[in-house]
């Protein structure tokens, strides 16, 4: 039986490592079971691990013999499971700006640069990687345009995304800045958010979630 939370990931998913930004935020202890994306035609679509999430994808987080998938659900499930240390605002008002903020990069922008959408980019339209660079930098930038918007002399926005505390909408913004910074998609444009990912840098629950100090990470990562 297992007990405790599990959460299957990989080094370098977005989606997982704004999960672990939640887990380390709520100071959450978790056992780290990696799925490799790649290895083998990818580890998530192996029967054992489709077993568990038939949507073959990460993260998956185990609470006992919960399963629960889909990085924001996982989010608001500890927020509701431990809400001592809250990574959602009280108040309604609050919570729909940081859900909007969250999904602007859960729901617009990463979902068009993740490793399946680009694999078919290639495999059915001949995309080399130049073209997929090119791809991934015009959807990450057409979200930071409109995060930038959102966030920039909004009252409601302080040191982080909303307010003076992180929430679920800074653990979406740090792996999405990440993965820009991957596909070299120049910055200057977005002064409020890379003012937000110095504030976010400086706490160890980002800090410890960063890809490369994940278990799983290449040493040359």
Request: charged share 20%; proline share 7%; glycine share 6%.
């Amino acid at each position: 039986m297992t007990t405790g939370l599990v959460l299957y990931g990989y080094w370098r998913s977005s989606a997982a490592y704004r999960v672990r930004i939640a887990l380390n935020l709520k100071g959450l202890s978790y056992e780290t079971r990696p799925v490799h994306l790649l290895r083998n035609g990818g580890e998530q679509h192996s029967p054992d691990y489709r077993e568990i999430n038939p949507q073959e994808l990460i993260p998956c987080l185990l609470d006992g013999e919960r399963v629960i998938t889909q990085s924001m659900a996982i989010m608001e499930y500890l927020d509701e499971t431990h809400p001592e240390t809250p990574i959602l605002p009280i108040d309604a008002r609050g919570r729909a700006r940081v859900r909007a903020l969250a999904m602007t990069v859960a729901c617009d922008m990463h979902p068009l640069g993740n490793l399946r959408v680009l694999n078919q980019l290639e495999s059915q339209f001949s995309a080399d990687e130049a073209q997929r660079g090119e791809w991934s930098r015009h959807w990450i930038a057409t979200g930071f345009n409109a995060l930038e918007a959102m966030l920039a002399d909004n009252a409601a926005t302080g040191r982080y995304c909303h307010g003076d505390t992180p929430s679920i909408a800074d653990a979406c913004l740090i792996p999405q800045l990440y993965n820009a910074r991957r596909w070299k998609l120049p910055l200057g444009e977005y002064p409020t958010l890379q003012r937000i990912e110095q504030a976010c840098n400086e706490l160890e629950a980002f800090q410890l979630a960063v890809p490369e100090a994940q278990p799983d990470a290449p040493v040359s990562a």
